[in-house]
């Protein structure tokens, strides 16, 4: 039975996690009340994305914003592009099982071998920021004054 559901691709990977932080499914056609709980928590959790995108966008344009403030922004957008990075899975997934995407298989690694796509670290960005706050440091503590 499972293996039948598999097969028409009808497992749904919801917007939240579990105890320790394990992945939720749903098993129905899309149609029932937890898929459109899902639902609205995705489409809740896009506009939080890009309302903090809006909020990080301001306050890196400030110049008084101390460390832990940075901290703070990046613990928040850690969080929403976890969000996002989940939502795209899903609904990647559901686009797969109806046959609308491409086969990336034959996606091709860049030419040096690297195959991370432009990740990178969030701690050497913190540990960056920090660096930079304070060299521009005066003798009030607050960054650029």
């Given at each position: 039975m499972i293996e039948e559901h598999r097969a028409r691709g009808t497992f749904r990977?919801?917007?939240?996690?579990?105890?320790?932080?394990?992945?939720?499914?749903?098993?129905?056609?899309?149609?029932?009340?937890?898929?459109?709980?899902?639902?609205?928590?995705?489409?809740?959790?896009?506009?939080?994305?890009?309302?903090?995108?809006?909020?990080?966008?301001?306050?890196?344009?400030?110049?008084?914003?101390?460390?832990?403030e940075y901290r703070?922004?990046?613990?928040?957008?850690?969080?929403?592009?976890?969000?996002?990075?989940?939502?795209?899975?899903?609904?990647?997934?559901?686009l797969g099982a109806r046959g609308e995407v491409e086969d990336f298989e034959d996606f091709e690694e860049e030419e040096d071998g690297d195959d991370d796509h432009g990740a990178y670290d969030i701690a050497d960005t913190v540990e960056a920021i920090d660096g930079v706050e304070a060299g521009s440091r005066s003798s009030s503590g607050l960054p650029g004054t």
């Open positions: 990977l919801l917007p939240w996690t579990g105890a320790g932080g394990k992945q939720c499914w749903v098993l129905g056609d899309g149609t029932g009340y937890v898929s459109r709980m899902a639902d609205n928590i995705e489409s809740v959790q896009l506009g939080m994305a890009g309302n903090l995108l809006d909020h990080a966008t301001a306050l890196l344009a400030d110049r008084r914003v101390t460390g832990a703070y922004l990046a613990d928040r957008l850690s969080e929403a592009l976890r969000d996002v990075k989940r939502i795209a899975e899903s609904r990647g997934a559901r």
